[in-house]
């Protein structure tokens, strides 16, 4: 991640008005040739480009260097899988194996390092200084990670995953149900170290994250029969399987903060918008990426039968793309005919360009704390998003 130390340079930057491009050229002619093939899918994994197109004209970054976000809050970040794996620790042995197998220190962390960077952010604006209100932010940081891993234990039994991270998933290791008990079980700690914050407001806030995230996956599970209510119901989930936990935290550390509620808004709203870019990038990357990039394989919401923001905007060129949808991939060849629809459509264009505008809109909103390093780590984060392949 680069940033600007100068922040004479980051304020002339963020103070202007960002501007939203309705057209990028659909960019697809690269992909034609592929159209009139009779290929598997597996196949085209192969042929597909292997990096992400840039997306960005208004989230630039300035050229001089500065550390980068990690680097800003590593102190703030140091030792956090081993204190969440020493929360796990009183319980049974085979459950506190499990529970803490995921928290073995190869995740990137960046829920937690936006979430402090958040507070530092913050605190610098509110010139808060309190060795006290660090250590609870601190605190919303590796709750949030409990609570985004415990997710991932429950998607991986959900999805019927056979790994994670290169390594095998804890249900094809332990099962199905200790699987499930095991999610639970690190929720329940978590909310363990929430209750013992005593701050009302950030316990019902990142209580409203747990709700999402059980809401955004049953939402998850069904489709709208009705093609105009599909993006609403897609982004909806979207907001609280994945921009929910972001947008709750970055709240919760500005709340610790003494902050009121324009404060606490803006926080919020930057959590809000890079969430959903997160998101949107990662659907862009199920098309465009390959399977040693993202980890995992490509076209696989598909497979899952999950109608993303490329096969939604694909739909709207394509109505045959509508019954596949509806029926959730589910018949042969429907994942095959539906990937080559959304490569012949504007879809992975128009899903490039809304994840760019919910970034300039995270920016925007980031743009009205004081000027500062976590300030600026929080504008370049917004631009890392849009160029990340892993």
């Known amino acids: 991640m680069v940033v600007s130390a100068r922040i004479t340079n980051l304020l002339a930057y963020t103070s202007r008005t960002v501007s ?51 680097t ?22 085979e459950l506190r194996q499990i529970a803490r197998y995921y928290f073995n220190g190869e995740g990137k962390a960046i829920r937690p390092v936006i979430t402090m960077c958040m507070a530092r952010a913050i605190n610098y604006h509110l010139d808060q200084n309190s060795p006290g209100v660090v250590q609870k932010q601190k605190k919303i940081a590796q709750i949030a990670e409990m609570i985004h891993t415990a997710s991932l234990v429950h998607d991986d039994v959900i999805d019927v995953a056979d790994s994670r991270r290169s390594r095998p998933s804890v249900n094809i290791l332990w099962g199905q149900k200790k699987s499930i008990i095991a999610g639970d079980f690190i ?3 978590a909310s363990g170290m929430l209750a013992r914050l005593q701050n009302q407001q950030v316990i019902i806030l990142l209580s409203q994250v747990l709700a999402d995230l059980v809401q955004g996956e049953f939402m998850q599970l069904g489709a709208r029969e009705n093609k ?12 609280k399987k994945t921009a929910s936990l972001i947008a709750y935290s970055c709240q919760a550390v500005s709340v610790l903060s003494g902050a009121d509620s324009t404060l606490q808004s803006i926080a919020f709203q930057y959590g809000r918008q890079l969430g959903m870019a997160f998101q949107l990038v990662d659907d862009l990357l199920d098309f465009i990426a390959t399977s040693a990039q993202v980890g995992k394989p490509v076209a696989a919401d598909l497979r899952l039968g999950l109608a993303t923001a490329p096969v939604l905007f694909a739909a709207q060129k394509f109505s045959e793309l509508n019954p596949l949808i509806m029926r959730r991939f589910q018949e042969p060849g429907d994942a095959e005919t539906a ?9 992975l264009q128009r899903t490039k360009e809304l994840a760019r505008q919910y970034c300039n809109d995270a920016v925007t909103q980031v743009a009205q704390l004081t000027p500062s390093p976590y300030q600026q780590a929080l504008v370049t984060l917004a631009h890392q998003l849009l160029h990340r392949m892993k």
Not at 40 to 68: D, Y
Not at 228 to 239: G, I, L, P, Q, V
Not at 339 to 347: A, I, K
Request: a positive charge; aromatic letters at 8%; charged letters at 25%.
């Open 20 to 70: 939203r491009v309705s057209h990028l050229g659909n960019g697809t002619s690269r992909y034609q040739w592929l159209l009139s093939r009779n290929t598997s899918l597996l196949q085209l994994r192969s042929k597909i480009q292997t990096a992400v197109p840039s997306i960005t004209s208004n989230v630039s970054v300035p050229k001089e260097n500065i550390p980068t976000a990690d």
């Open 72 to 93: 800003l809050v590593r102190s703030d970040l140091e030792g956090l899988y081993e204190d969440i794996r020493e929360g796990l620790n009183n319980t049974q042995p």
């Open 187 to 189: 929720l329940a700690v």
């Open 228 to 239: 105009d209510e599909r993006f609403a119901h897609y982004s909806e989930k979207t907001f």
């Open 339 to 347: 990937f080559r629809l959304v490569l012949r459509s504007d879809g």
